[in-house]
């Protein structure tokens, strides 16, 4: 499910895909399954190989797509998040994708790298993509902040992903712990002319 959406963005914004092995794989996985003989069931052992999913995307590219991502695949099963951090920056990665079955905190804390520690040292975001979504694209994508700190580079960013898929970016105001809340005017002065006027989209 995430390596769909990677799919999807990379064909998009027009960015080759990079599919990284988190986990060290030392032997093929080994099914078991019963065959039944006349009234004996037999064991029988069919190796499968580990899960291609390189190959699985590159059946689904998009056709009438204008570009047409470059799919390779690395092992990161040794690096350590400074490994990573480096790594990240060095190939200048645009954005990195997971898939996640539960929230992101129990998510992240079974791999053995730290991802926030890496994310603490890269200009690059990172996209949970949870198991039971649907690929259907962004119709809209929403930043959370109290305007008084919006972040313009993530404004931007949001923009440039937004742009090819034709979506509305929405910045949702929220005041920050211990601020008093903007009045609404004032916010969308504050939104006007420090936001949208610094953002081309």
Known sequence: HAGLLALDIAEKVGANLLITNEFKID???????????????????????????????????????????????MDIS????????????????????????????????????????????????????PEKSHLKGFDQIVYIADLRYCRIHIVRFLAELALPYMANVLVDHLSAKGLPHMEESYALKVFDTEIAAKVNY
């Open 78 to 129: 040794d690096f350590r998040h400074e490994d990573l951090a480096r790594f990240v920056i060095s190939k200048n990665i645009w954005m990195i994708v997971t898939g996640a079955t539960e929230l992101a905190d129990t998510h992240t804390k079974d791999l053995h790298i730290n991802i926030q520690s890496v994310l603490n040292h890269v200009r690059c975001p990172l996209l949970l993509v």
């Open 27 to 73: 032997k093929q996985i080994i099914a078991k399954e019963p065959v039944a003989a006349g009234q004996i069931e037999e064991t029988m052992e069919i190796e499968e190989p580990a899960s291609n999913l390189a190959g699985h995307l590159r059946l689904l590219f998009d056709a009438n797509a204008e570009f047409i991502p470059e799919i390779t695949e």
